[in-house]
């Protein structure tokens, strides 16, 4: 595609849901990367895969944050017993390499728990 | 870690030059980016420094004072449509690591 595309652009759950959100990085990217963007804040570093390996998970905030990207192109980001503290929009973004100066970010998802 | 400071709002009039400022702290130093972005969209990419300097693309220009540990975006001849927020960055320099630490981001808004 053109872009990092990212769905749903909103979701809205119930405490205690379950949730998925999808990335799907500009095709050929090797590198990806999830942010959590809360109101009025910057974009916080989640995880980074390069390729299908997760290289880096040292953002994730507890162990109810999990993501994958199991053949290298799409990844999903799934949150267990959401929080309310977990509401906040996630950004998605990749490049071509892990290295390179420009990331593409998707629109994201807003997520909303109430 | 990192720590990362940059004015939370700023204003500005439509045809002039502002600067913001970024000041960061870390522990390991790969690169600066600045990003913009629109209300509800994603941050796009503006620039990037890893040398003390001047960046320049066409309105906009980065500088880089490493041994400061400061930065400032600057934009000039503003339009109305440069009202956004902008974010300071840095990547940190340990092997992999290619994760970008943002600030809380500027919020300029230009007025007529």
């Known amino acids: 595609g053109a872009g990092v595309s990212q769905s749903p652009r909103y979701k809205v759950a119930k405490r205690g849901q379950d949730v998925a959100l999808r990335c799907d990085p500009i095709?050929?990217?090797?590198?990806l990367f999830w942010y959590q963007q809360a109101l009025g804040q910057g974009p916080e570093f989640l995880t980074y895969?390069?390729?299908?390996?997760?290289?880096?998970k040292s953002g994730l905030p507890s162990d109810r944050f999990f993501a994958e990207r199991p053949e290298g192109s799409v990844s999903t980001l799934k949150i267990q017993r959401t929080q309310q503290e977990d509401s906040a929009v996630y950004l998605c973004a990749s490049s071509q390499r892990g290295g390179d100066m420009e990331l593409f970010f998707g629109s994201g998802t807003q997520l909303s728990v109430l | 870690g990192q720590n990362i400071d940059q004015p939370t709002e700023m204003t500005a009039t439509e045809g002039a030059i502002v600067q913001i400022n970024c000041t960061y702290q870390t522990s390991g130093f790969n690169g600066l980016f600045w990003y913009q972005q629109h209300a509800g969209e994603a941050p796009t990419f503006l620039s990037y420094?890893?040398?003390?300097g001047l960046e320049e693309k066409g309105r906009f220009s980065s500088f880089l004072s490493r041994s400061k540990g400061y930065s400032y975006l600057l934009l000039k001849e503003l339009q109305m449509k440069d009202s956004a927020s902008y974010l300071c960055?840095?990547?940190?320099?340990?092997?992999?690591?290619?994760?970008?630490?943002f600030g809380k981001g500027t919020k300029l808004s230009v007025i007529p």
């Open positions: 095709s050929g990217h090797v590198s």
């Open positions: 420094n890893v040398l003390d």
């Open positions: 895969f390069q390729n299908e390996a997760q290289l880096d």
């Open positions: 960055a840095v990547r940190d320099s340990g092997a992999g690591s290619y994760q970008l630490t």
